[in-house]
């Protein structure tokens, strides 16, 4: 059964500084992987798509990268901004099925 | 493209009683559609998954005879909560895979369920 981790749960940041945020998952067998953006009492958003042949994506300020041998991916956000505060979700696509991560929570001050 | 809308956006039942909550894909048509369950603070757990024509295949743990799930239509998908408790309250969130086309996901904005 795949395994989602997400780290940090929680992170605060002042504008303007860049965010990284670590996803992990137990079974490289994957199609795809997704990064989410959730603001409280919402629905999802779709930040970023990567396919299991890609090594990363880029739109606007994120950037998402995969490892899949490893199990890891990694989403930055330069230079932060208020309106980033969110939660974002790591989701895996593995048997037609997504695996979500618990997510981190990001507040970033003005 | 790929939108898809979910119906009520927020509802208050009292226990006891059923409430149905419709996905839509408006766009595209989605020969399988997943319902997932989110409670506060905590991540998108996956319920069912619902295909177009067929029973819908449950995740363990989830009780098919109490959340009731029709997918009679290449656009719609139904998810009916029967005899609602408290314990039920959550955030249903839809989503739907295009037909024929790879494996993304496209997500509905959610049901906010609360059974008095």
């Known amino acids: 059964k795949q395994e989602v981790t997400q780290i940090p749960a929680a992170l605060s940041v002042p504008e303007g500084e860049n965010l990284v945020l670590n996803c992990s998952f137990t079974?490289?067998?994957?199609?795809?992987l997704q990064w989410f953006r959730q603001d409280p009492g919402k629905g999802l958003t779709s930040l970023l798509l990567?396919?299991?042949?890609?090594r990363e994506q880029t739109s606007g300020r994120l950037n998402a990268s995969l490892d899949k041998s490893s199990g890891r991916s990694t989403l930055y956000i330069a230079a932060s901004q208020p309106g980033d505060s969110a939660t974002y979700l790591c989701a895996v696509n593995d048997d037609y099925k997504l695996s979500f991560g618990a997510g981190t929570t990001v507040t970033v001050r003005a | 493209g790929a939108v898809v809308s979910q119906h009520p956006s927020w509802v208050i039942c009292k226990s006891g009683t059923s409430v149905k909550i419709e996905c839509r894909s408006l766009d595209f048509q989605a020969t399988t559609m997943f319902w997932y369950r989110q409670f506060p603070k905590q991540s998108l757990m996956l319920m069912a998954t619902s295909n177009e024509g067929s029973k819908a295949t449950y995740e363990q743990g989830v009780e098919k005879d109490k959340f009731l799930i029709n997918h009679a239509s290449l656009t719609l998908s139904t998810l009916t909560v029967t005899s609602a408790h408290p314990e039920d309250s959550s955030f249903y969130i839809c989503?739907?895979?295009?037909?024929?086309?790879?494996?993304?996901?496209?997500f509905g904005p959610g049901t906010r369920l609360t059974v008095t």
């Open positions: 990567i396919q299991s042949s890609q």
């Open positions: 989503s739907a895979r295009r037909q024929g086309i790879g494996y993304e996901q496209y």
């Open positions: 079974d490289s067998a994957i199609y795809n």
